[in-house]
């Protein structure tokens, strides 16, 4: 028999209590850029946070943010 797939997503957080999870993606993403920033693009502590927003946010936001990022013009503070 196949191996079976397990999907998982972001652990509930108190601070994002509604059902509305829009600010709960972009602070998962915040908090990976930070972490990238902070530990090194080599350090697997930030790959928690990457499955986080990954799994929150839609793929054309993260497109968008990514090219935000790179132009300069990403609204968050990373």
């Given at each position: 028999?196949?191996?079976?797939i397990?999907?998982?997503?972001?652990?509930?957080?108190?601070?994002?209590?509604?059902?509305?999870?829009?600010?709960?993606?972009?602070?998962?993403?915040?908090?990976?850029?930070?972490?990238?920033?902070?530990?090194?693009?080599?350090?697997?502590?930030c790959?928690?946070?990457?499955?986080?927003?990954?799994?929150?946010?839609?793929?054309?936001?993260?497109?968008?943010?990514?090219?935000?990022r790179?132009?300069?013009?990403?609204?968050?503070?990373?």
């Amino acid at each position: 028999m196949a191996d079976e797939i397990v999907l998982k997503t972001a652990p509930a957080d108190f601070r994002f209590p509604t059902t509305n999870q829009t600010r709960h993606c972009f602070t998962r993403y915040i908090e990976f850029h930070r972490c990238l920033a902070a530990k090194g693009e080599e350090s697997n502590e930030c790959a928690r946070f990457a499955k986080y927003y990954r799994s929150l946010c839609p793929g054309e936001w993260i497109e968008k943010w990514n090219e935000q990022r790179e132009n300069g013009t990403f609204p968050g503070p990373l």
